[in-house]
């Protein structure tokens, strides 16, 4: 068979995709440094080009895309040159490219490009604590919510700060909200594995510990709700924390400053990370 050229191949791919389930929804991340979390190695393309009769194409170069969840690959094919996208799920491709809407006004975008990104607050009397894994006393003073996901290796070193937290704070308890993200495929599964265990901490650590964990037939819906409750409370990436006062704290943050940001809920936040 003629092999076709890399940008009429990108078109007939992205045509043929099209009776697959498209998802869209916005990327969070675990955290801002996706590259450590997620890699994508030129023979893993190459293999994905094959499967396409594309096999002559050569890779350019690999880097992250400027949407957050997705893979720029560069290629070249008998002389024209060509992007495509991979999701970090290495399930999806996108054919073209990918740009950014300029601000019409260009003190508009001075603006927002200086401006402090507003503190953002929700009602915590609105978000259920059934069915939440609980670290920390029931009775405690203070109450965090984590929402986090059992494949994120950001929400693995925020649960150790957390662990830190409960061997001095009494009176703070953290309530984790297992929300897996669509770009980690093995998540979801896992989240309703140590849901549905009668020891879910001691599950999820063991999964953080990358030691393997059963797969259950329970058929909890909790992981679901997470989702929709993440959704409705414009949560996209983990961890996210919301403070006792509504306080919403996407990220990772240090055991210091979430002790600060509970105890001292007024004081400016200096995290070490984030």
Same mark, same amino acid.
């Given at each position: ?25 916005? !990327? ?30 050569? &890779? ?33 491709? &996108?054919?073209?490219?990918?740009? +950014? ?52 290796? !950001? ?9 830190? &937290?409960?061997? +001095? ?13 669509? !770009? ?84 400016? +936040? ?5």
């Amino acid at each position: 068979m003629k092999k076709m050229l890399l940008l009429p191949f990108l078109l007939a791919l992205v045509l043929s995709l099209v009776s697959i389930r498209s998802e869209a929804y916005a !990327f969070g991340g675990c955290e801002s440094d996706c590259q450590k979390c997620h890699t994508l190695e030129k023979t893993e393309v190459q293999q994905i080009l094959t499967k396409f009769k594309a096999e002559d194409a050569k &890779i350019l170069d690999i880097k992250m895309s400027p949407v957050k969840g997705l893979w720029e690959i560069s290629l070249e094919d008998k002389g024209n040159k060509g992007v495509m996208y991979i999701s970090f799920s290495k399930k999806y491709i &996108i054919g073209g490219s990918i740009f +950014e809407i300029d601000t019409a006004l260009n003190k508009t975008q001075e603006t927002l490009s200086t401006a402090q990104p507003a503190d953002r607050y929700v009602d915590t009397s609105k978000i259920p604590l059934d069915g939440a894994i609980l670290m920390g006393d029931k009775d405690a003073r203070y109450k965090v919510i984590v929402f986090t996901d059992p494949d994120c290796p !950001f929400c693995l070193r925020l649960h150790n700060e957390i662990k830190k &937290i409960l061997s +001095e704070k009494k009176e703070i308890a953290f309530y984790l909200k297992l929300m897996p993200l669509k !770009f980690h495929p093995d998540a979801y599964w896992k989240a309703k594995s140590i849901l549905c265990s009668k020891e879910p901490i001691r599950l999820l650590e063991e999964n953080f510990e990358k030691k393997t964990i059963p797969k259950t037939d329970c058929d909890t819906k909790l992981p679901d709700e997470n989702i929709k409750l993440g959704e409705e409370l414009g949560i996209t990436g983990t961890p996210t924390m919301i403070m006792p006062d509504g306080l919403v704290v996407v990220g990772l943050r240090d055991s210091g400053t979430i002790e600060e940001l509970v105890l001292n809920p007024h004081k400016k +936040e200096t995290p070490k990370w984030g």
